[in-house]
């Protein structure tokens, strides 16, 4: 694919969502680093619902860690591995209280030193936050990614990296939320709705449906 064509598919991505955004809830730096690791291999609405009613009662590293691991686990129980997740957010807590005054780090190599925090997490929270350009790429983005042409490649990582590489700087710091949003909305992984899709002429797909 050429960057006339990539510039042309991120132009109509953000004509149909000009600010796009997370579906998770939050409020804080700390909320949204709790979501992320609740959302691994959950949905962002199941996630909403269970920090709904966490949030308002233990929505900072001391009152997660006064509401200790089963309490924590009594809040998440409605998400998937809830047991290991309420694990690791309970010492990611007792160390951003310890080494980090209890803030959530700006930098990668302290986020990715949090238990239950891998590149993927560290990458949605610099973005999101942080405001860093970077690429959180998951299912839909490598699926997007590959199906289109935009930056094809066998691992999440070479993805990640070929993104960085060839989106056009304007897009960079939005792009992995139109990935998101387009592989989850319409690029669907059983059967993509390319018969509704805005960027249907310019995808390199070769199996298209209507
Ligand atoms: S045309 Fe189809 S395969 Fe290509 S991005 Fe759109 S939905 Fe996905």
Redesign the pocket.
Known sequence: MNREKRTQIFERLRAENPNPTTELHFETAFELLVAVVLSAQATDKGVNKATAKLYPVANTPEKILALGEDGLKEKIRTIGLFNSKAANIIKSCAILIDQHDSQVPSERKALEALPGVGRKTANVILNTWFKQPTMAVDTHIFR?SN??GIAPGKNVVEVEKRLLRLIPEEFLMDAHHWLIL?GRY??IARK???GS?V??DL?E?KK??S
Request: include cysteine.
């Open positions: 997007v199906r289109t387009h319409t690029c993509p709705r390319c899709c960027i249907e995808c797909f298209k449906q």
